[in-house]
T-cell receptor
Framework: RKEVEQDPGPFNVPEGATVAFNCTYSNSASQSFFWYRQDCRKEPKLLMSVYSSGNEDGRFTAQLNRASQYISLLIRDSKLSDSATYLCVVSHGGGADGLTFGKGTHLIIQP | SQTIHQWPATLVQPVGSPLSLECTVEGTSNPNLYWYRQAAGRGLQLLFYSVGIGQISSEVPQNLSASRPQDRQFILSSKKLLLSDSGFYLC???????????FGEGSWLTVV
């Protein structure tokens, strides 16, 4: 079983819609979780950390389900500029050398 | 604020040629530094990380090497490139002991 799994997509979503995607992780001892956004041929950029109680940043909501070992990202009122690949990142503890990256979910917002 | 830069942004190199990618971080001291590779259709793979000058840990055996000659400088090198070395190389930094990581702009390497 892969350590961090994401549906590669693409998710084709009309502008203004709500979209959500999940990421599952295999290591139950994982401690920290993040979502990164990566535009085509660009570097990944931190979108948000994922906290145990769930957290929201504007139109973006992240949730953690430790029992089922997955995290989710929900985007409300999607914009054309939200089109990107979203990477799930899981930390097994320690420093950033303990990070595992998912391969990403490709999101396309259509006008 | 902290910034990270790496160069060159794009390069095309023949098989067997050497490689040098450079990365510098500004606005912070004693950062942890990382080199990642992102090959087509694959996730980010950690190649090297460094917690201090001259301290390099290798995650994957390969024909690449890394050096950290100064606190905020990280260099990725190869003496002889292979076709399989093609990919998107990303330098990154984090605060020592923290696991939030920030990436440079990346370097696209095509080995022909």
């Amino acid at each position: 079983r892969k350590e961090v799994e994401q549906d590669p997509g693409p998710f084709n979503v009309p502008e203004g819609a709500t979209v959500a995607f999940n990421c599952t992780y295999s290591n139950s001892a994982s401690q920290s979780f993040f979502w990164y956004r990566q535009d085509c041929r660009k570097e990944p950029k931190l979108l948000m950390s994922v906290y145990s109680s769930g957290n929201e940043d504007g139109r973006f909501t992240a949730q953690l389900n430790r029992a089922s070992q997955y995290i989710s990202l929900l985007i409300r009122d999607s914009k054309l500029s939200d089109s990107a690949t979203y990477l799930c990142v899981v930390s097994h503890g320690g420093g950033a050398d303990g990070l595992t990256f998912g391969k990403g979910t490709h999101l396309i917002i259509q006008p | 604020s902290q910034t990270i830069h790496q160069w060159p942004a794009t390069l095309v190199q023949p098989v067997g040629s050497p490689l040098s990618l450079e990365c510098t971080v500004e606005g912070t001291s004693n950062p942890n530094l990382y080199w990642y590779r992102q090959a087509a259709g694959r996730g980010l793979q950690l190649l090297f990380y460094s917690v201090g000058i001259g301290q390099i840990s290798s995650e994957v055996p390969q024909n690449l090497s890394a050096s950290r000659p100064q606190d905020r400088q990280f260099i990725l090198s190869s003496k002889k490139l292979l076709l399989s070395d093609s990919g998107f190389y990303l330098c990154a930094w984090s605060v020592s002991g923290r696991n939030t990581i920030y990436f440079g702009e990346g370097s696209w390497l095509t080995v022909v």
